[in-house]
């Protein structure tokens, strides 16, 4: 238990004008969807859609706004559109606020 709190510690959110730069780490074509640890310091988000045309960003951005209870329209890709290390802006919402509504999915 001790080294998952040390792991939730470690993601690196930034902080922006518009909300917080949340980093992940996707994991397309996995099982189930959801939130499944942090790696490297950004929240691995697993989708059960394939990385193709945009459907397992998609699919990440619904699993967000669900887990996170706000708007897709609040969760904005700005870069990984084709990695697996992805940066999000989920506007909106504080690093502060960010870290504890994680936090509390971890």
């Known amino acids: 238990m001790a080294d998952r709190n040390r792991e939730q510690e470690s993601i690196a959110l930034e902080a922006t004008a518009e909300g917080a730069i949340l980093p992940v780490q996707a994991q397309a074509g996995a099982r189930r969807n959801g939130i499944v640890g942090v790696h490297a310091g950004r929240v691995k988000v697993a989708v ?13 951005v619904e699993v967000l706004a669900g887990l ?35 936090a509390a999915l971890l």
Do not use: D, W, Y
């Open 48 to 60: 059960t859609q394939a990385p193709e045309k945009g459907k397992a960003n998609a699919a990440i």
């Open 68 to 102: 996170l209870k706000i708007k897709r329209s609040q969760i904005v890709l700005l870069s990984g559109a084709t990695s697996s290390q992805k940066k999000f802006l989920v506007e909106g919402l504080g690093v502060e606020e960010l870290a504890e509504r994680l």
